[in-house]
């Protein structure tokens, strides 16, 4: 058994790290809380049936932004680009506290996603600096450590939005990230080595171009029609350059994201699930805000404002938090696939429960934990898996891969149902009705047992990926490739 020592464990300089990782990650989730925090508030004063792109539009710029900051950092270091990161979602945050116009407004939020680019780097900068015997464990505090402070974010969001609007709450955290950026410059150190290579900008706007086409597309289709020729054009547009982006990455030496590494059916089927998992987390704080606002005039929803719904909300995030500590640990004594089909069991009650939960406080409170811990765990454990499968020098970029499936997934989460109830179940004066949340509360649950589907698919090609070569090494083969194979094949993740 290998010896302990003092440069495995946490010192004061780890603990002192992390934690001004989890201070970026706090921002990061106040942006995410505000976003369906907000949304009622949007809508009326913009007068817009179209405000579910402001939660859209800040996880679609992270899509795109998350690979591309994570490239520029093997470039010229982690910290530097962290830094920037925030100081661009400050300025974002202070366009929305100041936009006059709906499309100002999203603007600032688009420029927004940068933090959640955070969460990226502070995994990449913990996996390459941390020992290993420490990482897993730093890495999950480092991405879902925010969410026990972070759950009392809206302690002071809900307040401050009865207050002083949400303008007002804008504007404090405009303030907050560019007191984190600095203290972030000062504490973090910058990574040892910087990668040589060259920064794939058309993927980056092929990307970004084809997700934010379909999006629109799929969004108005329910309002203006699916044979309007706008939305036709724009779906056409975006499966254009949808392609044209795979073959720019197939055949770039150096792409923004390389894709190749879904040839590994392991990595494949746990990115989507990671993802629709992801998503059903975002459309439950959406649905979550709608039921909690919704007054007895709808016949279901308890009339919550800002500041009360803070207290169910702070129940979603502290599972998150939970959960990017607990599930971790819990991998090192069984497996990834055990681990990750508990938490999608979880999540399938919660999001079930869900559809019970309109008319009791009580169970609308306690499936929020529940939820949370299921989607908290997902994505630590998810990071911890993908960053142990990737090499050094593409640790950055292989987490970035993750998270711009998961933010894509929460982009179209945020939009594509509701779009879909609009349509099929069309409220009153802006607001749901009981069949559109009945709807979006049955999306989830197929979304949830998609994901189930994808996690049994990968825990066979994980088995099969251990067995084939124990065949070949059984009946003599002594190819080099199938050792290598056998010797680091991922018996842990069955």
């Known amino acids: 058994m290998p010896q ?7 010192t004061l300089r780890r603990v002192v790290i992390v934690l ?14 505000l976003g369906p925090q907000s949304l009622p508030v949007i809508d009326r004063e913009f007068d ?22 994570a490239r520029l950092s093997d470039l010229y270091g982690k910290r530097r680009l962290a830094a920037i990161a925030l100081l661009s979602g400050g300025l974002g945050s202070l366009l929305v506290a100041v936009a006059p116009t709906f499309s100002l407004l999203l603007v600032g939020r688009a420029m927004q996603g940068t933090l959640i680019v955070c969460c990226v780097l502070g995994a990449a900068i913990v996996r390459e600096s941390f020992p290993a ?21 809206p302690f002071v969001t809900g307040p401050l939005m009865d207050s002083h609007g949400y303008r007002g709450v804008f504007l404090a955290l405009a303030v907050v990230v560019a007191v984190a950026a600095v203290v972030l410059i000062l504490v973090v150190p910058e990574s040892p080595v910087a990668k040589e290579g060259s920064v794939d900008f058309v993927g980056a706007f092929l990307l970004g171009s084809a997700v934010a086409s379909l999006l629109a597309g799929v969004s108005l289709g329910a309002t203006v029609g699916w044979t309007s020729p706008l939305v036709v054009v724009l779906i056409v547009v975006g499966v254009c350059l949808g392609v044209g982006w795979i073959l720019s990455a197939t055949k770039n030496s150096d792409p923004l994201i390389d894709i190749r590494i879904l040839a590994d059916r392991r990595v494949a089927n746990r990115m989507v699930a990671g993802g629709l998992i992801a998503g059903t987390g975002t459309l439950f704080l959406v649905v979550s805000a709608l039921v909690a606002e919704s007054g007895s005039e709808n016949g279901f929803g308890f009339g919550l404002n800002a500041t009360q719904y803070a207290f169910v909300q702070c129940l979603f995030f502290f599972g998150f938090f939970v959960g990017g500590v607990v599930p971790v640990r819990a991998v090192r004594r ?19 429960a869900l559809l019970l939960a309109v008319g009791s406080l009580p169970l609308f409170g306690a499936i929020h934990l529940s939820a949370g811990l299921a989607v908290g765990g997902f994505f630590a454990t998810m990071i911890n898996f993908l960053l142990s499968e990737a090499a050094r020098d593409r640790q950055a970029s292989t ?7 998961a933010t894509m997934m929460q982009s179209v989460f945020a939009t594509v149902p509701i779009s879909l109830s609009n349509g099929l179940f069309p409220g009153f004066e802006g607001s749901f009705g009981l069949d559109g949340i009945r709807f979006m509360s049955v999306f989830a649950i197929a979304t949830v047992l998609a994901a189930g589907l ?3 698919a990968a825990r066979r090609a994980t088995i099969r990926d251990v067995i084939d070569p124990l065949k070949k090494v059984h009946s003599g083969a002594t190819d080099s490739e199938d050792a290598v194979l056998l010797r680091d094949s991922p018996v842990d993740y069955l």
């Open 4 to 10: 302990t020592t003092h440069s495995d464990e946490w």
């Open 20 to 33: 001004t990782l989890v201070a970026s990650q706090i921002a990061s989730i106040a942006t995410i809380i």
């Open 48 to 69: 817009t049936n179209q405000g579910s792109w402001f939660v859209t539009s800040e996880l679609l710029a992270s899509a795109v932004l998350c690979p591309l900051f």
């Open 133 to 153: 015997k420490i990482a897993p464990v730093a890495v999950g505090l480092a991405v879902t450590g925010a969410g026990l402070p972070g759950s009392l974010v």
């Open 334 to 352: 069984y497996s990834f696939g055990l681990v990750q089909s508990i938490l999608i069991v979880v999540l399938l009650i919660s999001s079930a």
């Open 399 to 405: 987490a970035a891969l993750y998270m711009t499936v």
């Open 454 to 456: 994808c996690t049994v």
